[in-house]
């Protein structure tokens, strides 16, 4: 792998999942993309679905936009380990067998973005980098 390509290629990666986990928020908040099961259902206001779609959409665009990367990372990779352990693990260990496999990996990618940060393509990148002129070159 070339080392410079590194934090461009964690740059993509963060816009990619941050826009299909927002998919997944708009599914539960607007029905969108058929909603959740057959007739494009949206979670009631103030459920925990509702909950989880509103982390899921806000969380996710801000993700795509790499603003407030690690605090947003960490936040909605709590919200997958909560996901797999209330809906997915009852139903058994093994995620390929319980359909736990997307909030596994999402945990975990947003683990890694929790700990690397956002990439150079990032807002975070533009708003909070520290000046890098020392006083003797001004």
């Known amino acids: 792998m070339i080392p410079v390509a590194e934090p461009y290629a964690r740059s993509v990666l963060r816009i990619v999942i941050g826009f299909t986990f927002a998919c997944h928020g708009a599914q539960k908040l607007f029905g969108a993309f058929g ?6 259902v949206k979670a009631t206001f103030l459920s925990l679905l509702w909950v989880a779609g509103v ?43 319980n359909g ?3 909030a596994v990996l999402y945990c975990f990618i947003f ?3 929790f700990t ?3 990439g ?3 807002l975070d990148r533009l708003l909070f980098q520290r000046s890098r002129m020392q006083p003797s070159d001004s």
Not at 35 to 40: F, I, Q, T
Not at 57 to 84: H, Q, R
Request: hydrophobic share 50%.
């Open 100 to 102: 736990g496999e997307l």
């Open 116 to 118: 690397a940060g956002a």
């Open 35 to 40: 909603g959740m099961g057959a007739g494009g």
């Open 120 to 122: 150079p393509l990032s």
């Open 55 to 97: 982390l899921e959409f806000t969380g996710g665009l801000l993700i795509v936009l790499g603003l407030f990367t690690s605090p947003v990372a960490f936040l909605l990779c709590g919200e997958m380990a909560v996901a797999y352990f209330r809906q997915h693990f009852p139903r058994g260990a093994w995620p390929i067998r």
């Open 111 to 113: 683990l890694y973005l």
